[in-house]
């Protein structure tokens, strides 16, 4: 008998043992000014998280950089879908203590994947991924409570690189790679505590160096060399504190053909 009672309990309690079908919906963005520094395009300034019957359950508010300032309500725990206008899904969040927690995805409207982000107490924390309508990778960051830290790497459409960045604690540090369409490099350039410091290099698009340039600091500082793609020394320029003193030209076969002194002539170079 008491096991038929007990029986009977549970089955009369099991509907309510379900997650709340929660809807996330943005009501008011920040002008997508620069994506540089965002996940998803668009910085939501105000987002409502409505229930199956379409009533209001919570509400957060957002500053630029899209940190949650203020939050009214209580997020339940567990999926939170949100939808684009057609009804096509857009995106699964995934919510703990009314905070972002482990990996949300984003989906075009014809259903195929756009980003994947991992959280941790509300904070991007591992890897995010972001892809183009056709399938190929837009970009891959790493980030450590919010802040990129690590590899972070942008493609084209085509597949092929475009800038690769190394971070730390939010800011630029080692080597960091701009590259052609052709996949070849463009530039490469060494940054200290988010600024250019030591040598960076330019190349052809051949892959031949085209240039070094010496920082300090993100001061132009020392000499800047160019070469001719053949590989002659083209001209040297000698930089103090970011002004030019002087310049030396020469010739493929290295003969000097014109020298200047910028501190003699009473102004700064070019």
């Known amino acids: 008998m008491r096991r ?7 089955m009369l309690l099991a509907p309510t043992i ?6 996330r919906k943005v009501v008011e963005k920040y002008p997508d000014v620069s994506n540089e520094r965002k996940t998803l395009p668009g910085t939501p300034k105000t987002v409502l ?29 567990g999926i939170v879908n949100e939808y684009y206008g057609t009804g096509a899904l857009m995106a699964k969040y995934n919510y ?8 949300s995805k984003g989906y075009f409207d014809n259903k195929t994947l756009r980003g994947e982000w991992n959280y941790k107490n509300g904070l991007l924390n591992g890897v995010v991924i972001e892809y183009f309508e056709s399938g190929n990778m837009r970009h891959r960051l790493h980030y450590k409570n919010n802040k990129r830290d690590g590899a972070c790497e942008v ?6 690189p475009a800038v690769s960045w190394e971070y730390k604690d939010g800011m630029r540090e080692g080597i960091n790679r701009v590259y052609y369409d052709n996949g070849m490099v463009h530039f490469e350039l060494n940054y200290k505590d988010n600024e250019r410091n030591g040598i960076a290099r330019e190349y ?4 031949t160096l085209k240039a070094e340039y010496n920082y300090e600091n993100g001061i132009h500082e020392g000499s800047t060399k ?14 103090s504190n970011g002004k030019k003193i002087d310049r030396k030209e020469y010739a493929r076969d290295g003969k000097l053909v014109n020298e200047q002194n910028y501190l003699l002539e009473g102004g700064e170079g070019n």
């Open 4 to 10: 038929i009672l007990l029986v009977v309990l549970v």
């Open 18 to 23: 379900v997650f709340a079908d929660i809807t």
């Open 49 to 77: 998280y409505l229930d199956s019957k379409g009533k209001e359950v919570a509400k957060e508010l957002y500053d630029e950089r899209g940190v949650v300032t203020q939050t009214t309500g209580a997020i339940p725990d």
């Open 96 to 103: 703990k203590n009314g905070k972002l927690e482990g990996l």
């Open 155 to 160: 493609f084209l459409e085509s597949g092929k």
């Open 204 to 207: 052809y698009p051949s892959g």
């Open 226 to 239: 160019h070469y001719y793609e053949t590989g002659e020394l083209q001209s040297v320029e000698t930089y």
